[in-house]
């Protein structure tokens, strides 16, 4: 399935903390978007690996993606080294995005650099036909090059290039944070015996909230999700920045 936007997340819950209230505005558009999650989240303090594989899906019934899957790096020790590569590389040649988002270019969580610069390089890497990669039938994937990649902005204040409005949108994109019960502060995960974490606060989802109340005022707006270029933006008519 050819998508339009792509989001590439170190953990289950990364896109929906990051980014996507970007994808349901883009879907509300009529663009495919999707998911792809690096790893389990097998390290996480909070649930099973199993227990995040069947939040994750919950929230992507919510999202009505388009497609999502994960790649199983290992949580806390994928590197952005030839094997990792080829792996998120035969997942760019797979859906073939027009856009990609990926993790913060740097953040509190050191799987969130690593991956933004695991699948930056990768974005790239998609690019030259001489890499060889195959898709899950054993057929040689043509080469696939995203036009534009974007970093969305996680846990550590970095400045944004530039601001999505999701304000439509983000009552929908808390419902996907919720279905992450095991991690977050929600009315069925409130008296929970696991182990409070920095995450687990009530205080994180009012942080979320306030970011996003933040970044949305900067261009005039309720809620908004900020990004980072690698490139700078062109645009034809200056009316298209309005």
């Known amino acids: 399935m050819k998508l339009d936007i792509l989001a590439f997340a170190s953990h289950p819950d990364d896109a929906e903390l990051g980014c996507v209230g970007t994808l349901l505005a883009h879907k509300a558009q009529g663009k495919k978007v999707g998911i792809v999650d690096l790893t389990r989240g097998e390290l996480g303090t909070r649930g099973t690996p199993e227990t995040r594989a069947r939040e994750s899906e919950a929230s992507t019934q919510i999202l009505g993606l388009d497609a999502r899957e994960n790649l199983g790096l290992a949580d806390g020790f994928f590197r952005n080294d030839e094997a990792h590569q080829r792996k998120v590389i035969a997942a760019l040649r797979k859906y073939r995005p027009e856009i990609v988002l990926m993790n913060a270019i740097y953040d509190r969580h050191p799987d969130h650099g690593r991956g933004s610069q695991l699948v930056s390089e990768s974005c790239f890497l998609a690019g030259l036909r001489q890499i060889k990669t195959q898709d899950e039938n054993g057929r040689e994937q043509e080469a696939w090059r995203p036009k534009a990649v974007y970093h969305y902005i996680q846990d550590r204040l970095i400045a944004p290039d530039l601001v999505v409005d999701i304000t439509a ?74």
């Open 169 to 242: 949108h983000w009552e929908k994109k808390v419902q996907a944070i919720y279905a992450f019960n095991s991690q977050f502060h929600t009315p069925d995960t409130k008296n929970s015996d696991e182990p409070a974490t920095y995450i687990s606060s009530p205080d994180f989802i009012r942080f979320i909230e306030a970011r996003a109340m933040e970044f949305g005022h900067s261009i005039g707006v309720t809620y908004g999700e900020g990004f980072t270029k690698e490139r700078n933006l062109g645009v034809r008519n200056l009316f298209d920045l309005i």
